[in-house]
């Protein structure tokens, strides 16, 4: 039994940063591909940022490059996003995700997704 929770949301003001958390039981985060998504009010999820499987190289989105950092620790099977100079269009609940295979942004293709964990910016 696969499971993945998130942690590490909140309310923060613009420019702060936050770190999350998934943490990955019954699998080990090296063997899959492993995501963060959002979805804010009103919106689809959308890919955010993502590691790849085994060589755990990263990915993502044009709106969070050079802002958020993804890793992994595969001691721990837990996979982070850094979060650094959040603005209020950063505001959502962020998913982590995990699947076999290749990155892609199309959410019907990640076999295991978490709870969530809201993220709240304000200006």
């Known amino acids: 039994q696969v499971q993945l929770v998130e942690s590490g949301g909140g309310l923060v003001q613009a420019g702060d940063s936050l770190k999350l958390s998934c943490a990955a039981s019954g699998r080990t985060v090296t063997n899959y591909a492993m995501g963060w998504f959002r979805q804010a009010p009103g919106k689809e999820r959308e890919f955010v940022a993502g590691?790849?499987?085994?060589?755990?190289?990263?990915v993502y989105a044009d709106s969070v490059k050079g802002r958020f950092t993804i890793s992994r620790d595969s001691a721990k099977d837990t996979m982070y996003l850094q979060m650094n100079s959040l603005n209020p269009e950063d505001t959502a609940t962020y998913y982590c995700a995990m699947r076999i295979g290749f990155i892609v942004d199309d959410t019907t293709r990640w076999n295991y997704w978490g709870q969530g964990t809201q993220v709240t910016v304000s200006s």
């Open positions: 590691v790849r499987q085994i060589a755990g190289t990263t």
